[in-house]
Nanobody
Framework: QVQLLESGGGLVQAGGSLRLSCAAS????????TGWFRQAPGKEREFVAV????????YYADSVKGRFTISRDNAKNTVYLQMNSLKPEDTAVYYC??????????????WGQGTQVTVSS
């Protein structure tokens, strides 16, 4: 069984920064990728970024490219999402997920419980 635990969400003013963490346990992730998704009230869950554990390859949604950075610490089995220049439209519950290297929700097998990010204007 795989467990993913997000942390680091909170309330921040527009232009500010937050760093989210996703700690994984239960199995090794060398053959997986870890993605971040977000879901705002009344909207579908959308892709934010993904990183491949084996070689560190990354891919970002256009809406966050240049502002967000995804990284990993293999020794800690943890993936981070550094979010800079935050905008009110970044407000959402952020989820991490483990699965295939993909921007599609259905490609992921395991999900965390989510962490709330609120950006005030």
């Amino acid at each position: 069984q795989v467990q993913l635990l997000e942390s680091g969400g909170g309330l921040v003013q527009a232009g500010g920064s937050l760093r989210l963490s996703c700690a994984a346990s239960g199995r090794t992730f060398n053959n997986y990728a870890t993605g971040w998704f977000r879901q705002a009230p009344g909207k579908e869950r959308e892709f934010v970024a993904v990183i491949r554990w084996s070689n560190g390859n990354t891919y970002y949604a256009d809406s966050v490219k240049g502002r967000f950075t995804i990284s990993r610490d293999n020794a800690k089995n943890t993936v981070y999402l550094q979010m800079n220049s935050l905008k009110p439209e970044d407000t959402a519950v952020y989820y991490c997920a483990a699965g295939s290297y993909s921007k599609y929700v259905h490609a992921y097998d395991y999900w965390g419980q989510g962490t709330q990010v609120t950006v005030s204007s």
